[in-house]
Nanobody
Framework: QGYLAESGGGLVQPGGSLRLSCATDEGTLGIYDVGWYRQAPGGQREFVATMTKQGVAEYANSVKGRFTISRDKDKTAISLQMTNLQPADTATYYC????????????????WGQGTQVTVSL
C-alpha cells in the first residue's frame, strides 16, 4: 500500500501537451486519494490535482481548464493530461497518495513518488 511510480515527463514547447501517469495498486486506490503536486526549482511544492476514491476530481485554479486527472480503466494508474502548457508549468511533478481517513491538511501519512520532470520551453 502506498506504491507510486510516475512517468511521462519530458520537454515540450509552449502550447503543447503532455500526459503523466502515476502507477499504483488496488490496495492504494482503495484507501488513498491519489493526485499530483509540483515543485519548481527553488520553489515550494504546490497542489495540482487529485482524484478521490469516489472518482471526484479537484484542481488548482492555475490549471483548471487545461489539466485533466483521470483513472485509467485498463490499469491501476492515475493520469494527468496536461494541455496548453506554459513555461510557468515547468516543475518536477510528484504523485501523491493521501489517506482518505484523514483531513487534507494531515500530510504526515502521505506517500510520494520520486517525481518526473516537465520542462516547457522553446
Amino acid at each position: 500500500q502506498g506504491y507510486l511510480a510516475e512517468s511521462g515527463g519530458g520537454l515540450v514547447q509552449p502550447g503543447g501537451s503532455l500526459r503523466l501517469s502515476c502507477a499504483t495498486d488496488e490496495g492504494t486506490l482503495g484507501i488513498y486519494d491519489v493526485g499530483w503536486y509540483r515543485q519548481a526549482p527553488g520553489g515550494q511544492r504546490e497542489f495540482v490535482a487529485t482524484m478521490t476514491k469516489q472518482g471526484v476530481a479537484e484542481y488548482a485554479n492555475s490549471v483548471k481548464g487545461r489539466f485533466t486527472i483521470s483513472r485509467d480503466k485498463d490499469k491501476t494508474a492515475i493520469s494527468l493530461q496536461m494541455t496548453n502548457l506554459q513555461p510557468a508549468d515547468t516543475a518536477t511533478y510528484y504523485c501523491n497518495a493521501h489517506p482518505i481517513t484523514l483531513p487534507r491538511e494531515r500530510i504526515e501519512y502521505d506517500r510520494w513518488g520520486q517525481g518526473t520532470q516537465v520542462t516547457v520551453s522553446l
